[in-house]
């Protein structure tokens, strides 16, 4: 089974901090993506990566960065964290860039103070 | 860009009752994905299913891409099957991101 690993799966960080969400992969997946999901606005997109050094933004990557430095591994950094990055995050896998069938990892509530 | 619709919104079920939701989206696409999402916050895959009918236990959906939707199944609902249940797709030329729907949201009464 595919199995996509989330470092935490609750945080609590104050306004200001600096911020790691990792996320592994063991199914040998070229593709990686970190969404966010809030009431009301449904799941969004991000950044994401096809291959290892290689990131692309998404939908909201605005205070977000990422590093995938070995494949199986997709960080995602939230330089400064604020209020408004409280949320849900959840970490996806897919093995084929265009037809790919998504997995989601377990997916790490952050709260910032 | 491309819409990705799904009906009902919210849903509520007596034990052992049948239930379909639908998906409907605004232009071709790629693949498209039923997920379910536990009461834990994890999305677990359904289907991965671009066209056509499968089955998974009392679980089943059909996708007919050439009308632009897809249909989720459940029969002999269980309230181990409350949750919110959502549809992605795949648009082409996209790069393999899924776009979400705004998921139907199902509750099972014992």
């Known amino acids: 089974d595919v199995k996509v690993t989330q470092s935490s799966r609750y945080l609590v960080k104050r306004t200001g901090e600096k911020v790691f969400l990792e996320c592994v992969q063991d199914?040998?997946?070229?593709?990686m993506f970190w969404y966010r999901q809030d009431p009301g606005l449904g799941l969004r997109l991000i950044y994401f990566?096809?291959?290892?050094?290689?990131?692309e933004k998404g939908d909201i990557p605005e205070g977000y960065s990422v590093s995938r430095e070995k494949k199986e591994r997709f960080s995602l950094i939230l330089e400064s964290a604020s209020t408004n990055q409280t949320s849900m995050y959840l970490c996806?896998?897919?093995?084929?860039?265009?037809?790919?069938?998504?997995?989601f990892g377990e997916g790490s509530r952050l709260t910032v103070l | 860009g491309i819409q990705v619709e799904q009906s009902p919104p919210d849903l509520i079920l007596q034990e052992g009752a049948n239930s379909t939701l639908r998906c409907n989206f605004s232009?071709?696409?790629?693949?498209l994905q039923w997920f379910h999402q536990n009461p834990w916050g994890q999305l677990i895959n359904l289907f991965y299913?671009?066209?056509g009918t499968k089955q998974n236990g009392r679980l089943s959906a059909t996708t007919v891409a050439t009308e632009r939707y897809s249909l989720l199944y459940i029969s002999s609902s269980q309230t181990t099957d409350s949750g919110v249940y959502f549809c992605?797709?795949?648009?082409?030329?996209?790069?393999?991101?899924?776009?979400f729907g705004q998921g139907t949201e199902l509750s099972v009464k014992p």
């Open positions: 232009d071709s696409v790629n693949n």
């Open positions: 992605a797709v795949d648009v082409y030329n996209q790069g393999g991101k899924l776009i």
């Open positions: 199914m040998d997946h070229e593709n």
């Open positions: 996806a896998s897919s093995p084929i860039r265009n037809t790919g069938e998504l997995f």
């Open positions: 990566s096809y291959d290892v050094k290689m990131k």
């Open positions: 299913i671009p066209s």
